[in-house]
């Protein structure tokens, strides 16, 4: 994957920083259309330069946190280390050293305001468990007051959040689910920036390449689709990161997809040593999908080491199965997401991504190729001479690493460092971090 420019310099491994990316082809044009968007009348002079100096502070603030990342990353130093800190090392980061300050720079700089404007369940409220879940979790974390990373004022802020639920809705608005036209869902994500675009200049000011939506629907991608001019600049954090489907890993995040049961905050972590493994690699689920449809047809109860059901009985647990397990197939379903690949981390088991145009979480910062396999679509056949032909040494490397990675696929309320949440905000903040915006008012 290419990794976003600043990225691949900092929290990736070796490079000096390169220049950040605009995403806009005209940076003019931010200017124009802020001073268009300008009553005269109302603003006098005074408030202009007030306006201006918020500006370049806050962007003369990610300028130190840019150039702070870059420092670590060449002295391969951990320099804002404090005793009690977890520090992230070895070859399962890309630059373990530029992910730290990364990180510290974020919790020093990161400031997101959450646009007031909409009512819930449309808005400011999104679904807190299932399949989905990873959508409303976000949006309550930082609406609840307790997220760092809350901007008070707008005009503090770096990064500015529409608070839209897709899965709210589909839910509401489509039900009766007799047309499933995305225009529906179009109209209200354009209309929404419509409003707040006309209301406020900050969207204006950058063509949206600083706010972002975040879902986990697998409608998400299409929200763009009718306008792609609007959207062009608008980081996606989506869970359904297709590349092959307008997914761009320079512009959007990619996010982890988990199913979190009711009163509990994800799957069970089962952390079984390799040697009480017994399973060479175990599949259950649904047909969903081409991908799967493949796998069944090869696999579904045919061996015993390449374990593939449809669905279990009841006296067999699945989490438990997972845990026995060495390898864990994770085939794309209806979308490449799927929620199998966080269960895995949990149980101790390496995933195995079979999927050929998904953008894995948290890529810019984790080296996927440590700690999972991936196994393309055409070579399902061979799923099983493939894992075979993984060496014990190189197995017992891998399943180390996945546990190494765990506290990056947990959930926690509120959000902890390094944890799930934080990571998603992470990859929010490297994309903010890589784009420079010109100054709203020139002398």
């Given at each position: 994957?290419?990794?976003?420019?600043?990225?691949?310099?900092?929290?990736?491994?070796?490079?000096a920083l390169a220049p950040s990316v605009s995403r806009g082809n005209n940076p003019r044009f931010f200017?124009?259309?802020?001073?268009?968007?300008?009553?005269?009348?109302?603003?006098?002079?005074?408030?202009?330069?007030?306006?201006?100096?918020?500006?370049?502070?806050?962007?003369?603030?990610?300028?130190?946190?840019?150039?702070?990342?870059?420092?670590?990353?060449?002295?391969?130093?951990?320099?804002?280390?404090?005793?009690?800190?977890?520090?992230?090392?070895?070859?399962?980061?890309?630059?373990?050293?530029?992910?730290?300050?990364?990180?510290?720079?974020?919790?020093?700089?990161?400031?997101?305001?959450?646009?007031?404007?909409?009512?819930?369940?449309?808005?400011?409220?999104?679904?807190?468990?299932?399949?989905?879940?990873?959508?409303?979790?976000?949006?309550?974390?930082?609406?609840?007051?307790?997220?760092?990373?809350?901007?008070?004022?707008?005009?503090?802020?770096?990064?500015?959040?529409?608070?839209?639920?897709?899965?709210?809705?589909?839910?509401?608005?489509?039900?009766?689910?007799?047309?499933?036209?995305?225009?529906?869902?179009?109209?209200?994500?354009?209309?929404?920036?419509?409003?707040?675009?006309?209301?406020?200049?900050?969207?204006?000011?950058?063509?949206?390449?600083?706010?972002?939506?975040?879902?986990?629907?697998?409608?998400?991608?299409?929200?763009?689709?009718?306008?792609?001019?609007?959207?062009?600049?608008?980081?996606?954090?989506?869970?359904?990161?297709?590349?092959?489907?307008?997914?761009?890993?320079?512009?959007?995040?990619?996010?982890?997809?988990?199913?979190?049961?009711?009163?509990q905050f994800g799957p069970p972590c089962l952390n079984k040593t390799p040697n009480n493994r017994t399973?060479?690699?175990?599949?259950?689920?649904?047909?969903?999908?081409?991908?799967?449809?493949?796998?069944?047809?090869?696999?579904?109860?045919?061996?015993?080491?390449?374990?593939?059901?449809?669905?279990?009985?009841?006296?067999?647990?699945y989490f438990s199965l997972m845990g026995q397990s060495m390898f864990c197939l994770c085939p794309s379903?209806?979308?490449?997401?799927?929620?199998?690949?966080?269960?895995?981390?949990?149980?101790?088991?390496?995933?195995?991504?079979?999927?050929?145009?998904?953008?894995?979480?948290?890529?810019?910062?984790?080296?996927?190729?440590?700690?999972?396999?991936?196994?393309?679509?055409?070579?399902?056949?061979?799923?099983?001479?493939?894992?075979?032909?993984?060496?014990?040494?190189?197995?017992?490397?891998?399943?180390?690493?996945?546990?190494?990675?765990?506290?990056?696929?947990?959930?926690?309320?509120?959000?902890?460092?390094?944890?799930?949440?934080?990571?998603?905000?992470?990859?929010?903040?490297?994309?903010?971090?890589?784009?420079?915006?010109?100054?709203?008012?020139?002398?």
């Amino acid at each position: 994957m290419e990794s976003v420019a600043m990225i691949s310099a900092t929290v990736g491994r070796g490079g000096a920083l390169a220049p950040s990316v605009s995403r806009g082809n005209n940076p003019r044009f931010f200017f124009d259309h802020w001073k268009d968007s300008i009553n005269p009348s109302r603003k006098n002079n005074t408030s202009i330069r007030r306006g201006r100096s918020r500006f370049m502070s806050i962007e003369k603030g990610l300028t130190r946190a840019r150039s702070a990342i870059r420092e670590a990353a060449r002295k391969r130093s951990y320099a804002s280390f404090q005793e009690g800190d977890f520090l992230p090392m070895g070859s399962v980061y890309r630059n373990p050293f530029a992910f730290h300050q990364s990180l510290k720079e974020m919790e020093k700089r990161f400031r997101i305001w959450v646009y007031k404007e909409g009512e819930p369940p449309i808005f400011h409220h999104g679904p807190m468990n299932d399949i989905y879940s990873i959508e409303g979790q976000f949006l309550d974390e930082l609406e609840s007051g307790k997220s760092p990373f809350l901007a008070k004022d707008p005009n503090e802020a770096n990064a500015f959040f529409l608070p839209v639920s897709v899965v709210n809705i589909v839910q509401y608005v489509y039900w009766p689910y007799t047309n499933y036209s995305r225009a529906r869902l179009q109209n209200i994500v354009k209309d929404y920036i419509d409003l707040v675009s006309h209301r406020y200049p900050y969207w204006i000011k950058s063509r949206g390449a600083d706010h972002f939506l975040l879902s986990c629907h697998d409608w998400a991608p299409d929200v763009s689709a009718a306008h792609p001019k609007l959207y062009e600049n608008l980081i996606r954090a989506l869970c359904n990161a297709n590349s092959s489907e307008g997914f761009q890993p320079h512009r959007d995040v990619s996010v982890p997809e988990i199913k979190v049961p009711y009163g509990q905050f994800g799957p069970p972590c089962l952390n079984k040593t390799p040697n009480n493994r017994t399973i060479l690699a175990f599949f259950a689920g649904g047909a969903h999908g081409p991908v799967r449809t493949q796998l069944f047809s090869h696999w579904r109860n045919k061996d015993n080491e390449i374990q593939v059901h449809e669905y279990l009985p009841k006296t067999q647990n699945y989490f438990s199965l997972m845990g026995q397990s060495m390898f864990c197939l994770c085939p794309s379903g209806y979308e490449v997401a799927s929620p199998r690949i966080v269960e895995s981390v949990h149980a101790g088991c390496v995933p195995v991504i079979i999927s050929d145009n998904y953008v894995l979480p948290f890529s810019d910062v984790l080296d996927w190729t440590q700690f999972s396999v991936h196994v393309p679509v055409s070579m399902i056949p061979r799923i099983k001479e493939i894992l075979k032909g993984i060496s014990v040494e190189e197995y017992v490397e891998k399943q180390r690493k996945v546990v190494q990675v765990q506290r990056h696929f947990t959930l926690h309320r509120p959000a902890k460092r390094y944890d799930l949440l934080y990571m998603v905000m992470h990859s929010v903040w490297l994309r903010r971090l890589n784009l420079r915006l010109p100054p709203p008012w020139f002398a």
